[in-house]
């Protein structure tokens, strides 16, 4: 099995900043993407960012191009999603998830909540 779990969401002001981080553990061998969705109040759960665990390729929602960034140490088994900019339209609940065998199998973590609020 694997296991995912999140960390580094809280409350911040519009324009500030946070870090997201999900390790995950157990069975990790054969991950080969990994990435961030979020579902905000009433809303369905949309994808953030995503990225490839071999390689470079990254890919991101229009609603953050430019303000977010996720990255990964696959030595750790960990994937970031460095956050700036923050609008109070990123609130919402943070998944990571990963996949195996092209998405035949899709594990996910509990969540973390960020709140963007002055």
């Known amino acids: 099995q694997v296991q995912l779990v999140e960390s580094g969401g809280g409350l911040v002001q519009p324009g500030g900043s946070l870090r997201l981080s999900c390790a995950a553990s157990?069975?990790?061998?054969?991950?080969?993407?990994m990435g961030w969705y979020r579902q905000a109040p009433g809303n369905e759960r949309e994808l953030v960012a995503t990225?490839?665990?071999?390689?470079?390729?990254?890919n991101y929602a229009d609603s953050v191009k430019g303000r977010f960034t996720i990255s990964r140490d696959n030595a750790k088994n960990t994937v970031y999603l460095q956050m700036n900019s923050l609008k109070p339209e990123d609130t919402a609940i943070y998944y990571c998830?990963?996949?195996?065998?092209?998405?035949?199998?899709?594990?996910w973590g509990q969540g973390t909540q960020v709140t963007v609020s002055s």
């Open positions: 157990g069975s990790v061998s054969g991950i080969n993407a």
């Open positions: 998830n990963a996949q195996k065998s092209f998405g035949h199998y899709v594990y």
């Open positions: 990225i490839i665990n071999s390689g470079y390729s990254t």
